[in-house]
């Protein structure tokens, strides 16, 4: 028989003394990794997940009659919402495919009602998610190290990154062969070349889910999507494959995701403040509240796309005081991300634009 979910209280959330600290250091490295890509680029990019591989609009609809511990938050009441869908991979410089890394999503539903985060008040919600169920990382010292992993690599040699990925590949795929996998060899860039659009993103980290505790989930759906789910992407002499690949199945037949909750029924188990371990969905399994319609597309066109990347912005802290992120990585997140916005929008000469409704978008 399945738990009762956990109630959200604040006491969940149990930070560490050397939180300020570590967060001043990811500052400090967001800092690093966008003064070299800013030098290499002429314009200042994201400080990770920097290439997009997509940009679409969509809708978000609302299941019906859900029960009462998943109509929380956004998803309280059934209803329709415009929505903007970014694809991409994790470093913060714009590499050649070849070098494989982790995929991401940042989705942003507009017109979101309701009591808002402080220093959010847009009215969109974002989810940020990634196609593996953990984080890399414990806690923000951890995270620290490994974004500084990521800053001694930024502006390498991309010739000498693209063997060291293949190999990486090779060893994960061997791991994987037996059953197992490695998250430290995926993040160092030993994640399959596999199509983008097939790939289930989780949020890895946890957030309040109105009255509950909760992870995401995006899960493809519609058969152009899992068709292609674990279709290995050719990226041999392809430096932007990603691109060309996720637009040929959106301009044809766009796709369709479920938006899934994981509800916390023990915080032995599923802890807020270790995303590093999985909640197991055995124990509690994911249940879809919403459904994700992009219609057909052109998923990336060059100029337009370009303008809209560096005109959006996403972060788990923009959103419903409902949803907001827990744990410690999220806390550091929060401010990494505002700094790594900040530098961006003021090198740029450009401020962010919280676009309200997909009108805005398009006068970008």
């Avoid at 009591?115 to 008040?121: I, K, M, N, T, Y």
């Avoid at 009255?211 to 279709?231: H, M």
Wanted: proline share 7%; glycine share 10%.
């Amino acid at each position: 028989m399945t738990a009762s979910p956990i109630r959200y209280v604040p006491s969940v959330e149990q930070p560490s003394p050397d939180e300020a600290e570590a967060i001043h250091g990811l500052e400090q490295t967001f800092q690093k990794i966008m003064d070299t890509t800013t030098r290499d680029y002429g314009r200042a990019v994201r400080g990770v997940h920097a290439k997009g591989h997509g940009i679409v609009r969509g809708s978000l609809t609302v299941s019906d009659a859900l029960p009462v511990e998943l109509a929380q938050g956004l998803f309280a009441n059934p209803g329709t919402y415009e929505t903007v869908l970014r694809i991409s991979t994790a470093p913060g410089d714009i590499l050649d495919d070849g070098v494989s890394a982790p995929r991401g999503i940042a989705l942003k539903v507009l017109g979101v009602p309701g009591e808002r985060l402080p220093g959010s008040d847009d009215g969109d919600q974002d989810f940020l998610m990634v196609n593996g169920p953990v984080f890399g990382a414990p806690t923000p010292a951890a995270f620290l190290k490994n974004l500084k992993l990521l800053a001694a690599t930024t502006d390498k040699g991309e010739g000498l990154k693209k063997a060291w990925s293949a190999t990486l590949r090779v060893l994960e795929g061997a791991l994987e062969a037996v059953g197992g996998s490695s998250v430290l060899l995926s993040q160092l860039g030993g994640t399959p070349e596999v199509h983008p659009l097939g790939e289930t993103y989780f949020s890895q980290t946890a957030y309040r889910y109105g009255e509950y505790i909760a992870k995401f989930a995006l899960v493809p759906i519609s058969t152009g999507l899992t068709e292609v789910t674990g279709a290995k992407v050719n990226v041999g002499d392809r430096p932007d494959a990603l691109r060309e690949d996720v637009r040929e199945v959106i301009v044809e037949q766009g796709g369709t995701w479920e938006l899934r909750v994981q509800l916390c029924r023990n915080l032995e188990t599923m802890p807020v403040e270790d995303p590093t371990k999985p909640w197991d969905d055995k124990e509690s399994p994911f249940e879809t509240v919403a459904t994700l319609r992009v219609e057909p597309q052109v998923a990336w066109e060059h100029g337009r796309s370009d303008r809209e990347e560096d005109s959006l912005y996403f972060s788990p802290w923009h959103g419903l005081a409902a949803h907001q992120p827990l744990g410690s990585v999220n806390r550091a997140r929060r401010q990494a991300y505002e700094f790594s916005g900040g530098l961006r929008s003021r090198t740029n000469g450009c401020p962010m634009h919280q676009i309200k409704q997909l009108e805005d978008l398009d006068s970008e």
